[in-house]
C-alpha cells in the first residue's frame, strides 16, 4: 500500500507564510506527478499546484506568483512554500500522486488534509 501524510498547516495572519510538506511512505515502484489540492468549507476541491518527476510545475492562476511546488524525489516529498498568504487561502490542503506500486500497479492516493488558516 502506499500513503501520503502531509504537514506544516497551520494558523497565519495574512501576508504570512507556510510551508507544507507530503511525504509518500509504502511499496513504491515509481512516483510520477505530485500535486496539492486545497478545499474550502462548502467548496469544491480546487487544483492548488502540480510536479512531475522532471521538475515541471504547474499552478491555478489565484497562487501563481505567490506559492512554489517542489520535490525531493529521494524522499518521495513533495512541498509547497505559501508566501503572501490571504485569507481566501483558507482551506484545507490534500496532496496527491501517481504513483506505481512495487507490484507494478499504479495507484492515486490522497493524504489525509491539512488545515491553512489565515487571518485578516
Known amino acids: 500500500q502506499v500513503q501520503l501524510v502531509e504537514s506544516g498547516g497551520g494558523l497565519v495572519q495574512a501576508g504570512g507564510s507556510l510551508r507544507l510538506s507530503c511525504a509518500a511512505s509504502?511499496?513504491?515502484?515509481?512516483?510520477?506527478?505530485m500535486g496539492w489540492h486545497r478545499q474550502a468549507p462548502g467548496k469544491q476541491r480546487e487544483l492548488v499546484a502540480t510536479?512531475?518527476?522532471?521538475?515541471?510545475?504547474n499552478y491555478a492562476d489565484s497562487v501563481k506568483g505567490r506559492f512554489t511546488i517542489s520535490r525531493d524525489n529521494a524522499k518521495n516529498t513533495v512541498y509547497l512554500q505559501m508566501n503572501s498568504l490571504k485569507p481566501e487561502d483558507t482551506a484545507v490542503y490534500y496532496c496527491?500522486?501517481?504513483?506505481?506500486?512495487?507490484?507494478?500497479?499504479?495507484?492515486?492516493?490522497w493524504g489525509q488534509g491539512t488545515q491553512v488558516t489565515v487571518s485578516s
Open positions: 496527491n500522486a501517481d504513483v506505481v506500486r512495487r507490484a507494478g500497479i499504479r495507484t492515486a492516493p
Open positions: 509504502g511499496s513504491i515502484f515509481r512516483v510520477n506527478e
Open positions: 510536479i512531475t518527476s522532471g521538475g515541471t510545475t
